[in-house]
């Protein structure tokens, strides 16, 4: 299923406006709305989407998927896997799990959470494929095999 044009609500919006994101089907729509007021409105809606996002994203959240090994640089997530983040509706779903959460509080809380985040993922089936599928939405090239 394709989304409709956000301009002309009438051809599939195959495009997206990198500015933006609304779906667009042609040049001649996205001509239209580059610059456009519809545009900026849609662009704030999305920035405070984000930053709701990651306001409400606990620690841990921004330390996975930075990579073991790595220096104290890259212990947050770029925008670009946020994006990734906010898209996933199987993420999405997982942070509304009263149970997940309370994990994810628990490690957070915990002085040692690397060792806490083990433990968990060791104890919990879930939470071990939450992880694993949170992971794989950041960093899908990085995905184990
Ligand atoms: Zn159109
Ligand atoms: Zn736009």
């Keep these: 299923m394709v989304a409709k044009c956000g301009i002309c609500n009438e051809a599939d919006g195959r495009y997206k406006c990198p500015q933006c994101r609304t779906a667009y089907c042609s040049v ?3 001509k239209s709305h580059k610059g456009s007021a519809a545009c900026a409105e849609a ?5 405070r989407q ?3 996002a ?3 994203q606990s620690p841990l959240l921004q330390g996975l998927g ?5 220096e104290d640089e890259g212990y947050r997530v770029t925008p670009d896997q946020l994006d990734r983040m906010v898209e996933s509706k199987r993420l999405q779903e ?6 997940l959460r309370e994990v994810i509080e628990l ?8 060792r806490a985040l083990d433990t968990a993922v060791g104890s919990n089936e879930q939470f071990s494929e939450f992880v694993r599928v949170l992971a794989e939405t950041i960093n899908p090239e990085g995905a184990p095999t």
Excluded: I
């Excluded at 490690?107 to 690397?114: F, H, L, P, T």
């Design 94 to 99: 997982w942070l509304r799990d009263p149970m």
């Design 107 to 114: 490690v957070d809380a915990s002085g040692d959470r690397e």
């Design 43 to 47: 662009r704030e809606a999305l920035l």
């Design 66 to 70: 930075s990579g073991d090994g790595k």
């Design 28 to 30: 001649t729509c996205f």
């Design 54 to 56: 990651e306001a409400g």
């Design 50 to 52: 984000r930053e709701a």
